[in-house]
């Protein structure tokens, strides 16, 4: 079983444990000795990497003399900020906490793949969803937090007599906002995967250096436009019915 690095050095250390858990939970393991597979795996090295990051920059913050970690953190802050500002309006910061954290994630597991002996986490479609099941709980109960019961208006539309009908359409829409989100990433960026592997297989050098750039620019539109839906979403939620 071909495993990365990093992957087979988790199931290492971590084989024995991880299988009794999965066993425990009626879950059994093709490959017992290895159970933890390298999307897992790479998911959990950009936790890491995010973590650590985190805690750097808390360590480092000053108000006199702002190290470069700092200004890093400040302008994706400001950047959030702005953006989720404009589009849910002036309680955005409410949410900018967890807006940060998807978008440095996705962006992360977006670009692990360019570089050697890692791959794309979010180019395997359980983390695009997982990513977008989260983001679906988290917008749905910020909805009720800021409308209470009166939430359900969202879903009902504005002629009553048309009212069950327009509930059931809702449901489905905003159900299929998980599927359009985790297709829309892990689409793209398994393409960008597989049209750099090849280029890579054909000519080792020169040619497919333009492939990772074009991989680097996909990586980046694709986290903006997860983080834009996250924040349209989080503001049709939230928004106020009068």
């Given amino acids: 079983m071909h495993q990365l690095p990093f992957t087979a050095l988790l199931n290492h250390l971590l ?3 991880v299988t009794a858990l999965l066993n425990a939970i009626g879950i059994h393991p ?4 290895a159970p933890i597979p390298d999307y897992l795996a790479m998911e959990i090295l950009v936790a890491i990497v995010l973590t650590v990051f985190f805690v750097a920059v808390r360590a480092s913050l000053s108000v006199e003399n702002p190290g470069t970690l700092q200004h890093m953190m ?5 950047f959030i900020d702005a953006q989720s500002e404009e589009i849910i309006g002036h309680d955005n910061k409410r949410y900018i906490s967890y807006l940060t954290v998807l978008t440095l994630f996705i962006l992360c597991s977006n670009l692990l793949g360019l570089i050697p002996f890692f791959e794309t986490p979010t180019g395997t479609p359980v983390v695009p969803l997982g990513c977008a099941v989260v983001t679906w709980f988290y917008y749905q109960l910020h909805g009720l937090r800021a409308n209470g019961p009166g939430y359900i208006k969202h879903f009902l539309g504005p002629v009553w007599w048309l009212a069950p009908l327009m509930f059931v359409i809702e449901v489905c829409s905003h159900l299929a906002r998980m599927m359009s989100l985790t297709i829309r990433l892990y689409a793209n960026m398994f393409a960008g995967d597989m049209v750099t592997l090849v280029f890579f297989s054909l000519v080792p050098v020169g040619l497919p250096v333009i492939f990772l750039g074009l991989h680097f620019g996909v990586a980046l539109i694709q986290t903006f436009i997860f983080m834009l839906l996250a924040m349209v979403y989080l503001g049709e939620a939230t928004a106020h019915e009068h």
């Fill in 30 to 33: 093709v490959h017992p000795n």
């Fill in 74 to 78: 400040e302008a994706v802050y400001n």
């Fill in 15 to 17: 084989a024995g444990p």
